[in-house]
């Protein structure tokens, strides 16, 4: 009785919350098993911001952040079409598809990506440089998410495939329930000061590693300062 209990102690505590700012996530190899949930602190978007810097030497497609809804397994996500040198914000599963950026391998890239509910439009920021709009698709995310890094949801939580899953590293992830002003923006791509993610918040993220994903320390100047210059 006594080690049931302890097992369901443990069990509730297996998820954290930390602050890992200077911190990343290291997924040192493909796999459809490793990644990291991620535990939103609120349900039920009518806009969404969500921010995060990444990089990889992958030349084939790969999930970057993967939020699945019960119905809609890609809820909020950002992927990489490798065959199409896209960036392609999947809002509800309505896919929209960005082409033109210098998303080169081996450097730190910083990436947001807005919605608003009520017009359905969707923009990109790459690096400090804004997409232009484009429609998607409009009506709130409601209900029970899941969020996923290191891993492209195809069914709620799981249906992951080897061949697009990420290697490289990610860190600064962030989500807000509305959409950032550009100079919230900018200040995110810069390191500068910006309020956290009142959805996702790096400095007090609620996460769960499963597999082979390591935290590590940020390096402390990277290439995604340059573009301040
Ligand atoms: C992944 O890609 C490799 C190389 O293209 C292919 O041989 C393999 O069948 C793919 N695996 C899955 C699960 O799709």
């Known amino acids: ?6 097992l369901v102690v443990l069990g509730t505590i297996s998820a954290e919350v930390q602050d890992l700012s200077r911190k990343m996530f290291t997924f040192p190899q493909s796999s459809n098993t490793a990644h990291v949930k991620l ?17 990889t030497d992958l030349e084939r497609d790969h999930a970057i952040f993967s939020l699945s809804t019960p119905s809609q397994d ?5 992927f990489w079409k490798n065959a199409n040198r896209e960036i392609q914000p999947h809002i509800k599963n309505a896919r929209v598809e960005y082409k033109g950026w210098d998303y080169k391998l081996n450097k730190w ?4 990506t807005t919605w608003d509910s009520e017009n359905g439009l ?6 400090g440089i804004p997409s232009i709009r484009k429609f998607s698709i409009s009506g709130a995310i409601s209900g029970a998410v899941k969020v996923v890094l290191g891993q492209d949801q195809d069914n709620h939580g799981g249906g992951f495939d080897v061949n697009q899953s990420f290697v490289g590293m990610i860190t600064d992830v ?26 996702l918040n790096w400095k007090a993220l ?6 082979k994903v390591l935290i590590e320390d940020k390096p402390a100047c990277h290439s995604t300062s340059v573009f301040l210059g």
């Open 174 to 199: 962030h989500m807000w329930d509305h959409i950032l002003s550009s100079c919230d923006i900018q200040n995110y791509m810069g390191e500068m000061n910006f309020t956290p993610g009142n959805v």
């Open 1 to 6: 009785m006594k080690l049931v209990l302890l």
């Open 206 to 211: 609620d996460f769960e590693i499963v597999g």
């Open 109 to 112: 890239h910083s990436i947001c």
């Open 122 to 127: 969707v923009q990109i920021w790459v690096d």
């Open 39 to 55: 535990n939103p602190a609120k349900l039920d978007y009518n806009a969404v911001t969500v921010c995060h810097r990444s990089i």
């Open 74 to 78: 890609n809820g909020f996500l950002t």
